[in-house]
């Protein structure tokens, strides 16, 4: 059985944001540990306690030293290749973005050359005629019938 969707916003409970740190914490670092064994990659991780925990000192993983030597090669690489593959949240949302914005435009086109088919079958069906064009409707009917024109010229002039 699945779980329910957690609503992300700050938990104003102090306890209930405490236990949910530690609960969370555990799986991260659950899953760095496996991405390390499974994968055979160097990885380390550093986790502050929310600021007015007591304990001054973030749990590091693997060890202190072994997160020293990963963050050490880390930042010994040319800025150029330590900057290439890393995303702040910024980035990825503006990716995201730009990745959905380009599904939009993609699915505005189908969209658009679907309802110009739909109006030229009734036009030649006889349901409707060309004077319930807009000049829209003339515009996506001229440029589809270029299309299909030239993609029979060129299944004519074969490759």
Not at 1 to 15: H, P, S
Not at 93 to 114: I, P, Y
Not at 118 to 139: Q, T, V
């Amino acid at each position: 059985m699945g779980r329910k969707k957690v609503k992300l916003a700050w938990i104003t409970n102090d306890a209930t944001r405490r236990v949910t740190f530690e609960k969370r914490k555990k799986g991260l670092v659950k899953k760095v540990s496996e991405l390390a064994t499974l994968c055979g990659v160097e990885a380390c991780l550093v986790v502050y306690g929310p600021q007015d925990a007591a304990e001054a000192e973030p749990e590091v993983w693997p060890s202190p030293a072994e997160t020293a030597r990963v963050a050490t090669r880390f930042n010994s690489m040319p800025e150029m290749y330590r900057w290439r593959k890393m995303t702040d949240q910024e980035d990825f949302l503006r990716q995201r973005v730009a990745k959905l914005q380009d599904q939009l435009r993609r699915q505005d086109r189908e969209s658009r050359e679907l309802e110009v088919s739909l109006f030229a079958h009734e036009i030649m069906a006889g349901g409707r005629s060309l004077d319930d064009a807009d000049l829209n409707d003339a515009m996506g009917l001229v440029q589809m019938i270029d299309m299909k024109l030239k993609l029979v010229q060129n299944r004519i002039e074969g490759p």
